[in-house]
């Protein structure tokens, strides 16, 4: 009876523990038409030479160098060497999907990195591959200057309303089923407001703007709107709201910050902190001194 209980726990955490591994080496299932995306950015020297410096600042902490096989062990899954045949054997658009969801540890890095800067990446990841070949999209990257963002804020619904427009020769259409984010500039990045919409026949979307964020000294905040479209790229568009809470908030460096120098320092913190340094060194002059008492005495 006792042993039937014990298998049964046995049994169990095998199961849970096959289940656990199966869930992090799962496929990234990419969505067909993610998959077959192509870059438009050339993978020619130039855009390799930036592509290592966006890697070496965001991923070389987790990945390690490709091809060098010292990525960070102690993660949980382990991020694969990214000049492995495995993930060399995923597509362009695949690599880019990865880049722009994430998973778990893995960061999203949508809105971290430019849509240039991310394939300029891929192009970096994919130098580590001699039989690659690029297929460059036919995606003309400077439609994306033909758009154009208005933002408005409504003062009785409360929301800012975003309008987004193409100006193509032929005339202006409004951009259709376009992914848009609101962001607010903070200090240290950026505050999504509102959720992730898709803009409405007329190219319209609203997001409820919140009415209690600090602004400058004047109210100002500052927006930035993100439209990623399927035929026009990725744009961003920045706006000045003057909706925040007027806030006389210092510099970083004006006034005491956990990062500040130490001239700012207040004067108790440096007294305190040099009379115990002086106290502990002033205890090891006096144990010495003794010390060399005790070893005269024995001398004579
Ligand atoms: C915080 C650590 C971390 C950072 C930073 C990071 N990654 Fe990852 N990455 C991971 C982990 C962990 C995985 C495995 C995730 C999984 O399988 O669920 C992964 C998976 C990937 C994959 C899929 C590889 C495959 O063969 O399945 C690619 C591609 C990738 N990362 C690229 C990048 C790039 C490019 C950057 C920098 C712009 C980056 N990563 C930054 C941790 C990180």
Not at 41 to 70: L, M, R, W
Not at 131 to 152: A, I, R
Not at 230 to 238: C, D
Request: hydrophobic share 40%; glycine share 6%.
């Amino acid at each position: 009876m006792h042993q039937k209980k014990f298998n049964l726990k046995i049994t169990l955490l095998f199961v849970v523990s096959v289940f656990c591994l199966n869930a992090f080496s799962e496929d990234w299932n990419v969505p067909t038409e993610q998959k077959a995306l192509n870059s438009y950015v050339k993978f020619d020297a130039a855009a390799t030479q930036d592509g290592e410096a966006i890697y070496t600042k965001n991923c070389v902490s987790c990945h390690g160098n490709p091809s060098k096989g010292n990525s960070l062990k102690s993660l949980n899954p382990v991020p694969p060497d990214l000049a492995s045949n495995k993930t060399q054997a995923l597509t362009d658009g695949e690599l880019f999907y990865i880049l722009n969801t994430g998973r778990m540890i893995m960061p999203s890095f949508k809105n971290i990195l430019s849509e240039t800067e991310r394939w300029k990446v891929i192009a970096y990841i994919r130098s580590f591959n001699k039989n690659y070949t690029q297929v460059l999209s036919k995606v003309d990257p400077n439609k994306s200057k033909l758009v154009k963002v208005k933002m408005m804020y409504d003062a009785l619904t409360g929301k800012v309303n975003v309008n987004v427009k193409a100006n193509k020769p032929t005339g202006t259409v409004s951009l259709k089923d376009a992914e848009i984010v609101l962001f607010v500039k903070r200090y240290f990045g950026r505050l999504q407001v509102d959720k992730t919409f898709r803009t409405d026949n007329e190219g319209k979307a609203s997001f409820i703007f919140p009415n209690d964020l600090p602004g400058d000294k004047n109210g100002n905040l500052e927006l930035i709107v993100k439209v990623n479209d399927n035929n026009y790229g990725e744009i961003e568009s920045n706006a000045i709201l003057k909706k925040g809470i007027p806030t006389d908030k210092p510099a970083l460096t004006e006034k005491r910050a956990i990062w500040n120098i130490m001239a700012k320092a207040p004067f108790w913190i440096l007294l305190t902190y040099f009379l115990g340094v002086s106290l502990v060194l002033a205890v090891f002059l006096y144990i010495g001194c003794n010390l060399y008492k005790l070893w005269k005495l024995g001398n004579v």
